[in-house]
C-alpha cells in the first residue's frame, strides 16, 4: 500500500507545486526600532515586519473590521504618525547590499491612514538611512543617520512632502564643530525683517545650533554655538522655543544660569536672507522650563527657575522676577484654548503651570499690568504631580486638557470652569485621546480591562475584553461613526481586536476578530 | 522514424494476440460481476485555498471502490462503479496549526472494454459529494476554528485493469485485479470563513476569511481489486 502511494505520488510530482514562503513565516508584532501597532485616522496600522507588510485595519460601519494588507520595504528601520494623524511614514533601508540592480532600494514610504487605506507617496532614497523626523505641519520630513562603511552623521535628507520624486529630496551636510543631530524643532514662518515670512528647521547638536532655512534649503546653513557652561566646560541645548511674529528664538541650555536668545533680523550684509543676533540673559538659575509668552508690554520669554518664573525682555534682556506657590517646572499656553478669539499681542497669554514633582497646577495670566504679576498666579491642590499635558483635538472640548500623573491616575481639566475630575485606575495607564476629540480611552498594555471616559459628561464607562490588550484606538468608520479597536497583539501568535461602538462603548455587544495577519498571505 | 515503425507493429501484435485470444477463452469470467478494490488517490491541487493547509498542492487519499457489471456486449461491458476516498493534510499557517479533512464518494457508470481477457480498459464520469473539514487553530481567540461544506462535482477518468491472478478452482473463483487511472476531478469551491463550534471562545467572534477553497485538479488512482 505504502510502495503504491509512493508510486502514484512519483508520478504526481514533477507536476507540483509548493506553496508561497509566506505561509510558513510566523507573525512578528513590530521589532525593536517601531512600535506593534499605530491609531491614524480611519485606520489602524498593525505591522508585520516578517512579511514586510502592514495590515490596515478599517472599519467600514460600527463594529465591523477589514483587514488590508499593504507592502512596506524591506528591512523597516523607523515609522511614524503624522501629528493629524492622516499618514503612517514609513522609513526602509531596502536590500542592503546591492547585488543587482533590481535590489530593492531605501524607501520613504508614505501610507494614507484613512478608512481606504493606500500608499500615497513613495520617496525612494540614494542611500540607506534610519532616522525619521516629521515636520507638525506634514510640509517636510528629514531622514537621517546610516550604518554604511562611511556614515556621515551630518548629512540630512530633506524631503519635500509636497513634492514627488527625486525634486521632493534636498542634501544637506551641516558644518560641524564636532557634534551631531540630537533634536530638530519646525517653526511655524518667522517674520524676519525685510522679507517674507520663512519656516526654519533648526537642529539642535552636541554644542551647537544649525539653522536651516526650509524656503531655501540649497542655501548654506547657519550654524551658531551654545554658550559655554558656567564653569567653562560644553553645554548643551535642552529645549528650544521661538516665537514666529517676532522672529525670536529662545534656547535653555544646560550647566548655565543664562538662557540663549537669537533674534533673527534683517540682512547684515550682501547675499544674506538674514542675520542672526545672539544674546545671553542671566536668568538667576537654571531653568527646567521656557516659553514665550506676550503680557500687557509685549513679547516676553518667560523661565522657570525653582520657585520663580522670570519674564525676560527680549529686546532689553531685563527680566523681571515672580515668585511661584511651588517650584512648577512645566509651562503650557492656554489662551487659544481659553478664547479662540484672543490676540495674544494684544490680550495678554494666560499658561498653565504644572511639575511632575508637585501636587498643584496654577494658572498664569499674564494679562494683568505689570505691577500686579505678583497676583497672576493662581494655584490649585490636585492632589497628584502632572507629568505631561495632553491636548484635546477638535472644536468641541479644546479647552479641556488632560493631566497625565506619574501613578495610576489622570486628570480631566476643564480650563474654562478650572475644574478638574481626577480619574482613578487600578492599573498602569496609558491614554489614547480620540481623534475626534470627544473622549479618552486608558487601558493598561497586557491587562484586559481599559475604560472610556467621555469628555461631555465625564463618565468612565470600564470594559474587560476577553483577551488582553494591547492597544486602543479610536477610528472613524466609513459611514462616519466611529469604532473603538482594542488590539490583541499579546504573545505575538497573530492579529486580534475587539471591535465596539465608540459612541456607547459595551462588551455585550462588541465583536471579536483574530487571524487578521492571515489576510492577503500571497 | 525506426521508433514508431516499432510502436506500431507491436500494436498490431498485441491486438492480433488478443483478437485470437478472445476466441481461444470465453470473456465472461474476466467480466467481474463484483468488484471492490483499495488504493492510494493522489491529487494535485493547486487552488491557493488549499494553501494554508498544505505545503505541497498533494493530496493523497486512501480509495475503497465497489463496483458490478450490469450489462455485457462481447469485449465491451457496462459497470456501476463507485469510490468513497479519504485523505488529510496538516500544516501551519504562519504558525497557527492548520487541518484538513477531505471525504469524497463518486458513483457512476464506468464503460469498459477488454482488449484482452485480462486486460481491459475503461472510462468514466462519476458525480462526485465531497465533505471538507478545514481547522485551524487560533492562538488569539484561544480555540479551533472550523469550516465544514459539502461540494458537488464530477470525476472524469480513464484508465487500465490487468488480472494478475486468477483462481483456477473452487465454486468461487477470485480474480485479483491492478488498476490504474488517471483523470481530472471537479469540484465547487466551499468558503473557507472559519468559525469557533457553538459556545466555544469568546463571544460574537467574526469568521477568520481564507478565502475559498476548490479541491479540483488532475488525479491518479492505483488500486488492486478483487472481482468475483
Sequence with gaps: MRKLAWLVWGALALGCGGRPSSW??????????????????GSVAVLDTSLKRVS???????????????????????????????????????????????????????????????????????????????DPQNEWAVVYGGSGVVVNLNELVLVNLHESGADALSFKTLLSFGGNPRRFTFTAPLAIPGGDPRRFLIVERDSDLVLIDLAAPEREAVTVPLPSTDTGGTASSAQVVYDADSASIAVRVTGTTSVFMLQLAAPASAGQDFSVVTNLVDV???????????????????????????????????????????????????????????TPAADGDVALLYGPSITKI??????????????SIEAYDIGVPVKNVIDVPGDRYFDHKILETPNQQFYVLDLRTRESAPMKTNGGLTLEVAPDGQRVWAYNPGQP????????????????????????FDIATADGQRTAVALHLAGGVGIGATALDAFSPSTAYARFYSGLELGGVQ | ???????????????????????AEPLEPHQPYVQASIGVRVSKVSDEGYDPFASSDELTQVSLGLGSTLLRAQRFSLAATGFWDYGARSSTARGSKTDLDVHRLTIGPEARYHLLPPLYFFVHALPAFAHTSASLEDGVAGVTRYARHWSYGVDAAAGAAFEAYAAQTGAVRPRIWVIAEGG?????????????????????????????????????????????
Design chain 1, 24 to 41: 510558513d513565516t510566523p507573525y512578528t508584532a513590530g521589532s525593536g526600532t517601531t512600535a506593534a501597532a499605530y491609531g491614524l485616522t
Design chain 1, 56 to 134: 490596515m485595519l478599517s472599519s467600514p460601519s460600527t463594529l465591523e473590521l477589514t483587514s488590508h494588507s499593504i507592502g512596506l520595504g524591506t528591512d523597516l528601520v523607523a515609522t511614524q504618525v503624522s501629528a493629524d494623524r492622516n499618514t503612517l511614514f514609513a522609513l526602509s533601508r531596502g536590500v542592503q547590499p546591492q547585488r543587482t540592480p533590481d535590489d530593492e532600494r531605501p524607501q520613504l514610504l508614505l501610507l494614507d491612514g484613512s478608512t481606504t487605506p493606500k500608499i500615497s507617496k513613495t520617496y525612494t532614497l540614494t542611500e540607506p538611512m534610519e532616522q525619521l523626523v516629521l
Design chain 1, 284 to 342: 538667576g538659575g537654571q531653568a527646567t522650563a521656557i516659553d514665550f509668552v506676550h503680557n500687557s508690554q509685549g513679547l516676553r520669554l518667560v523661565a522657570l527657575v525653582g520657585r520663580n518664573a522670570v519674564l525676560v525682555d527680549p529686546d532689553t534682556a531685563t527680566t523681571q522676577s515672580v515668585q511661584m506657590p511651588a517650584a512648577f517646572s512645566g509651562i503650557r499656553r492656554i489662551t487659544s484654548e481659553l478664547n479662540p478669539a484672543a
Design chain 1, 362 to 375: 496654577a494658572y498664569f495670566n499674564l494679562s494683568g499690568a505689570p505691577g500686579a504679576l505678583f497676583r
Design chain 1, 449 to 472: 480591562g481599559f475604560a472610556s471616559v467621555d469628555f461631555e459628561n465625564l463618565h468612565p464607562v470600564s470594559l474587560i475584553a476577553e483577551r488582553q490588550v494591547s492597544n486602543v
Design chain 2, 1 to 23: 522514424m525506426s521508433a514508431r515503425f516499432g510502436l506500431c507493429s507491436g500494436l498490431l501484435v498485441a491486438c492480433s494476440l488478443a483478437t485470437e485470444g478472445a476466441h
Design chain 2, 184 to 228: 481530472y476531478g471537479y469540484l465547487g469551491s466551499t468558503s473557507l470563513k472559519m468559525q469557533p463550534d457553538s459556545g466555544e471562545g469568546p463571544q460574537r467572534p467574526e469568521p477568520v476569511d481564507l478565502g475559498t477553497l476548490s479541491l479540483s485538479g488532475p488525479y491518479l488512482r492505483v488500486s488492486a481489486a478483487v472481482g468475483f
